[in-house]
């Protein structure tokens, strides 16, 4: 199988979307609110760690947009996680609303796509986690 799978969530939180943004790409914050994730800036890529040592893996990005305070995209170009990641923060009543989306393609061939249908939930639960985690911190 070729193509993509694809995971979103999204939230709205009572900050504007300066603040959002600013917390948003603060990658050393990541840990405080993104699940089992701790993130750095490296030159011009960032480098993502999630899980628990030694069950994780890096997950490696370039930042393809920038757009501030609205938008951030992200090509994961790592050996495990390969796709686009975007992050929209969109002014909203009472602050903001944000949206984090990705479109990846499955690790591990033939068996990533096995995997997927029990991978989704998950994936998508951790997401709208970390979200509601983020929108505590504004």
Do not use: K
Request: charged share 20%; glycine share 8%; hydrophobic share 50%.
């Amino acid at each position: 199988m070729t193509g993509h799978v694809y995971a979103a969530a999204q939230v709205r939180v009572p900050a504007p979307p300066e603040r959002v943004f600013a917390l948003v790409t603060d990658w050393p914050r990541h840990r405080e609110w993104m699940v089992l994730t701790s993130a750095r800036q490296v030159g011009e890529r960032v480098e993502a760690y999630t899980g628990v040592w030694p069950l994780g893996f890096l997950d490696v990005m370039t930042i393809s947009r920038w757009e501030p305070p609205h938008l951030v995209v992200m090509r994961h170009v790592g050996r495990v996680v390969r796709g686009d990641g975007v992050i929209r923060v969109q002014e909203c009543a009472g602050g903001s609303r944000v949206i984090w989306a990705e479109r990846l393609r499955p690790p591990l061939g033939p068996v990533g796509w096995l995997l997927w249908p029990l991978a989704r939930p998950v994936v998508n639960a951790a997401a709208r986690l970390s979200l509601r985690r983020l929108a505590r911190l504004l």
